[in-house]
């Protein structure tokens, strides 16, 4: 059906990621494949690339590598998420552009529940049923809360299908379909959120201590970048002790390591003490003695934007604290270059000069609110609760 739609082509665009599930030839013997191929395709050009195993974007990346342009910003899944990916599978290459609104953010963003009973059943060795009546309580609850009930939610298998299989079936038996419909509740493997999102996701595990076996290379890698793609929160429950019990090159112990330590920064330093100049603090405490909701030093594309103020209805405005004693003139245009594109970060920027808001040494003038205020009036905003 690929090929079909290229040869109706003049001009070709092909979308890809190399990175997540490749196609499979599950069902068609080797051999077959094998003589189908030497029989048709093997003097093609390119034909040592034709085989169901490869994709349309591996053939394009292929035969037009010099037209190949790598897409390095995501705007999916908020940073700590999308950072194991990041390092899995794209060397720290990839920017992640979003950042949540007050109404979208889910805190923490990443949760790991430890099944201490957790095992697998000795009938199926795809089942842990543990861990799957502990991911259906989980949903169960969430479902009855208010402040989720918009939220789609997701469940995923790191060990084929019959984990998530017996979760749907417990969550029909749990929820009803009415709310499974409502939260676009949908279980499966790695291969069936390929292309899909979900702001919630719960991912199995299922291997439990006594039949672990290291999960690595390229297959696992795929399916692990694609897993961990939730937009707003990821929640892995698993009856695997860590570093204990898995082996150095598993993909699962890097997986509840990153759960572990998401991002590498100070833990302790919460609110005012992010800031890194002192004009960024006494912008910061001017705004929040005024009664605004602030948050120091908040990544965006590789970037951390100084101070960001959320609004109503999602909307939220990032300084940029350009004090001349930390932003020469030579520095001002690379702050205004490393600035997200406000449509793709959904952001409003405004640059704060230093000798602006210090008419004299030790006082800072008003200015600051006055700028937040005429963005309130723009578009409203929310005050601290």
């Not at 009938?123 to 208010?146: C, D, F, G, Q, Y």
């Not at 929640?235 to 860590?242: M, N, S, Y």
């Not at 800031?275 to 005024?290: G, I, K, P, Q, Y």
Request: proline share 5%.
């Amino acid at each position: 059906m690929g090929f079909a739609a290229l040869l109706r082509a003049k001009k070709l665009l092909i979308v890809g990621d190399n990175k997540q599930v490749s196609p499979s030839a599950v069902g068609v013997r080797e051999v077959d494949i094998r003589q189908l191929h030497a029989r048709f395709l093997r003097t093609l050009p390119f034909g040592d690339i034709l085989t169901p195993d490869k994709s349309i974007y591996d053939l394009g990346s292929v035969m037009f590598a010099s037209d190949l342009v790598r897409l390095r910003e995501h705007f999916r899944c908020v940073e700590p998420i999308i950072e194991f990916s990041n390092h899995l599978c794209y060397n720290g290459e990839i920017k992640c552009l979003r950042v949540a609104t007050a109404t979208e953010r889910i805190t923490p963003p990443l949760v790991d529940v430890f099944v201490r009973d957790g095992a697998r059943d000795a009938r199926s060795m795809k089942i842990n049923r543990a861990e799957a009546r502990a991911i259906v309580a989980e949903i169960k609850a969430l479902t009855s809360t208010p402040a989720f009930a918009g939220r789609t939610i997701g469940v995923v298998s790191l060990l084929g299908n019959d984990q998530p299989r017996f979760i749907f079936e417990l969550l029909i038996a749990e929820l009803g379909e009415e709310k499974i419909v409502r939260h676009q509740i949908r279980c499966g493997d790695a291969m069936t959120f390929q292309g899909r999102e979900a702001d919630i996701v719960f991912i199995s595990m299922v291997s439990d201590t006594e039949t672990v076996r290291a999960l690595s290379g390229e297959m696992y890698e795929q399916r692990f970048n694609v897993a961990s793609r939730e937009r707003e929160t990821a929640c892995i429950f698993t009856a695997v002790c860590r570093r204990e019990d898995l082996k150095e090159k598993d993909l699962r112990a890097r997986l509840l390591e990153h759960f572990a330590a998401p991002l590498h920064r100070d833990p302790e330093k919460k609110g005012r003490e992010r800031c890194e100049s002192d004009f960024e603090r006494a912008v910061f405490d001017h705004l929040n003695a005024a009664g605004y909701r602030v948050t120091p030093q908040v990544p965006a594309g590789g970037y951390r934007i100084d101070l960001v103020v959320e609004g109503h209805a999602g909307r939220r405005l990032a300084i940029e604290c350009d004090g001349d004693q930390y932003h020469t003139p030579d520095m001002w245009l690379e702050d205004l270059h490393r600035q997200p594109h406000p449509r793709t970060s959904r952001l409003d920027f405004l640059a704060l000069l230093g000798i602006e808001l210090y008419p004299r040494p030790g006082v800072l003038r008003g200015r600051p609110s006055a700028h937040v205020g005429a963005f309130e009036d723009r578009a409203g905003r929310r005050r601290r609760g």
